[in-house]
């Protein structure tokens, strides 16, 4: 792209110079927690941050409404392309600027990744339409790492998962942290939440670790026609290359959380307790890396 097409991007796009840290629109980039961003109560309402032009162009293919685009001044011409598209497709959604070093003390950190959009969040599907469309899908059960969950929905999308759902003590996905990490696999990779915490409530928020979803979780899955494989450490456990997982025709993948696993509901509710077979005296792989290794051998 040549420096007069650049210079009539830029022109077309109206970009607004942001003078003062103070300015409100860049609340939502550094002055609103995860939470308030994530708008608890009422989900459809919240807002998500992607970071980077792979990963708001993901976005903006999967059709979530756009607030705003942040660019760097340093890397207007770097991102031309993707302020274009943006404008093309948000006409009314505004692209902001400033200058690296403000928006660096603003965030916290460099704009390495050139550019940073706000999107309203997705209502999440019901969880019924979307195990009807399924043959193969993840569950996260209570993963407390954000790396780790955006790490598992790039596997999912990389190695053919249906379908990912998460259990009420599990992370956001839509978390800043796991959405980068994910590279904006997010978006892609259908996904909504599974059961709900002991008192019977649908819980959007993090609770304790309890195996409690599984009361209405695993039944929803079995309603569904798929079996329940938990990937877990336990002495009558089959490996991951047993033949007789390649013939469940639907079948469900039980991850969990680092340290201490599943929980024993989870364990004792499912078809399968399924570990990866190890070498050189390794017990486990990071959740993470077990994923993948799930996600390969059985899809």
């Known amino acids: 792209m040549n420096a007069a097409s650049v210079e009539s991007i830029l022109s077309a796009a109206s970009i607004e110079t942001i003078t003062t840290v103070e300015d409100p629109r860049l609340d939502a980039y550094a002055r609103l927690t995860d939470v308030q961003l994530r708008s608890k109560l009422e989900p459809e309402r919240g807002m998500l941050i992607a970071e980077s032009a792979k990963v708001i162009g ?152 309890t195996g409690g979803w599984t009361h209405t979780g695993i039944p929803l899955l079995r309603e569904a026609g798929f079996s329940v494989a938990a990937l877990a450490l336990a002495n009558d456990s089959i490996p991951l290359d047993d033949p007789v997982l390649r013939t469940e025709e639907r079948l469900a993948m039980v991850l969990g959380t680092e340290g201490e696993g599943l929980s024993p509901a989870t364990i004792a509710a499912a078809d399968y307790t399924v570990r990866i077979p190890m070498s050189n005296g390794v017990d486990s792989l990071n959740v993470a890396a077990a994923s993948a290794v799930a996600f390969w051998q059985l899809r």
């Open 58 to 209: 993901r976005a903006m293919n999967a059709g979530l409404p756009a607030l705003s685009l942040l660019v760097g001044e340093d890397q207007l011409a770097k991102e031309a392309a993707l302020i274009a598209r943006f404008h093309e497709r948000y006409p009314d959604a505004p692209v902001l600027t400033a200058p690296n070093r403000e928006l660096e003390h603003l965030t916290g950190f460099a704009l390495t990744r050139g550019a940073l959009a706000t999107f309203r969040r997705p209502p999440l599907p019901d969880a019924r339409t979307l195990l009807a469309q399924a043959r193969r899908v993840a569950v996260l059960e209570d993963i407390t790492n954000h790396t780790n969950v955006g790490a598992i929905f790039r596997n999912a999308a990389g190695l053919g998962m249906d379908a990912v759902f998460v259990t009420p003590g599990c992370y956001d996905p839509f978390y800043r942290r796991a959405v980068r990490v994910s590279m904006g696999t997010v978006f892609q990779v259908p996904w909504t939440r599974i059961g709900c915490d002991v008192e019977g409530r649908a819980a959007h928020g993090n609770v304790a670790r």
